[in-house]
């Protein structure tokens, strides 16, 4: 199959084919044909498949195809919402959605916190096609009176579960009631949980379901392996990895914020460029260090799980697991970063004694075990073996008991009254 057969419009045609591509993944293919039919559409493919492109050109082409009639020249409300959980994801879509709409003269915005308002509203002052948005910021936007949903025929919920698991349900619901009864509506997700079903259940009308790959299933061209370590030689582990295997791009992840700023200033002081992503960085932060390292201005790139959803880095070698994320389904969100679009990947989690549990969950959902590869000895002989857990001390007597069993005779008489 080729994009050519697919009915899209000759501009995004041209756009898709300077970026390169001939042919469809399997979501683009089952996706983009739905869409442009106007069906309702429930679609799970794993991450690096080419999801954002599958909901982005057929709405382009339905933007473009239904402007002449349905559009007046000073229409200033959006037609069509798509709603993400993270700002990196946010521009993520955006580019995407200038890539493959550079012909097709669709404006769009795209709209998300940690960065200045007024630029926004200007955007939106403008007149566009298209918003991109975060929950929050779109609904501060609502509140003031620079944002209107009521002229919205398509709405996008682009990675729900994540938004459901960042406890934005009630804010989804919010924007829900704003929205006109009648739209197209498009769930796309790597994953899917119960949760989202239920939503999905109540929001979608006769949806057609997509499931291009077994639920949470990993790219099968990532290969995951283990390597079972003492916690204080993860460091020192890792650092012997990078200059060991000439790793030049490498993605990290924390489980804290405070610990993606401990491990890479332990890396810098090893000599290794490292910049950092997490919640308390600016957006200008964010945005200049995933900059550097998509330029190869650094070599590792260390970030919490705000990152997992969002970050597009071609032909990523590399995503280290520093520490295992607490829910499962993280973890496959994780590993995603890399094997995109057809390459190879390596996926490499470093565990300690105390996440055998998270470890034993994510092997529970993958339905294999991780291979486990030997740590080197000169690397053990530098760490301490991590001490056996305190045996909790037994709990000292009662001062009444204490008392009656010292004046007890050895023999457990009871104690003698003094005469």
């Not at 989804?172 to 009648?182: A, E, Q």
């Not at 790959?213 to 012997?240: D, F």
Request: proline share 7%.
């Amino acid at each position: 199959m080729v994009f050519s057969s697919l009915g899209l419009s000759k501009a995004l045609l041209r756009a898709v084919a300077e970026q390169g591509y001939a042919a469809p993944t399997p979501i683009q293919a089952q996706a983009i044909p739905a869409v442009l039919e106007g069906r309702d559409l429930l679609a799970a493919a794993q991450t690096g498949t080419g999801k954002t492109a599958a909901f982005t050109l057929p709405l382009l082409h339905r933007l473009t195809e239904k402007r002449a009639t349905t559009r007046a020249p000073d229409h200033r409300g959006p037609r069509a919402l798509v709603l993400v959980p993270t700002r990196e994801l946010a521009a993520q879509v955006s580019e995407s959605v200038r890539i493959y709409g550079r012909y097709a003269g669709v404006r769009a915005a795209v709209v998300f916190g940690g960065v200045g308002l007024q630029p926004q509203v200007a955007a939106l002052r403008r007149g566009i096609d298209l918003l991109i948005a975060t929950p929050g910021r779109l609904l501060d936007l609502v509140s003031q009176g620079h944002a209107n949903l009521s002229t919205i025929e398509f709405l996008v919920l682009d990675e729900a579960d994540r938004m459901l698991d960042m406890g934005f349900i009630h804010d989804i619901r919010r924007i829900l009631g704003l929205l006109p009864k009648v739209r197209q509506n498009l769930l796309f997700s790597a994953t899917f949980s119960e949760d989202i079903r239920k939503l999905a259940a109540g929001l979608l009308h006769r949806p057609l379901s997509i499931e291009v790959a077994p639920r949470n299933a990993p790219a099968e061209l990532v290969t995951q392996s283990v390597y079972h370590v003492p916690k204080a030689g993860k460091q020192v582990l890792l650092s012997h990895l990078l200059s060991s295997g000439c790793w030049s791009q490498t993605l990290v992840f924390t489980r804290t914020k405070h610990g993606a700023n401990k491990l890479a200033e332990q890396l810098g002081r090893d000599g290794f460029r490292v910049a950092v992503i997490h919640g308390n960085k600016s957006q200008s932060a964010r945005t200049q260090a995933l900059a550097d390292f998509k330029a190869d201005r650094v070599q590792v790139l260390v970030a919490t799980d705000i990152a997992a959803r969002g970050l597009d880095i071609q032909q990523l070698p590399h995503v280290v697991n520093y520490e295992l994320p607490q829910v499962p389904e993280d973890y496959v969100h994780r590993i995603g970063r890399t094997g995109r679009a057809g390459a190879d990947g390596a996926a490499v989690s470093l565990v300690c004694r105390d996440e055998a549990p998270q470890l034993k969950g994510i092997e529970r959902l993958l339905g294999r075990s991780l291979p486990a590869q030997p740590v080197p000895e000169e690397i053990l002989a530098r760490v301490k073996t991590e001490p056996s857990p305190p045996r909790t001390p037994a709990k000292p007597a009662r001062r009444s008991d204490a008392r009656a069993t010292r004046r007890r005779d050895p023999a457990g008489a009871p104690p003698r009254r003094a005469l």
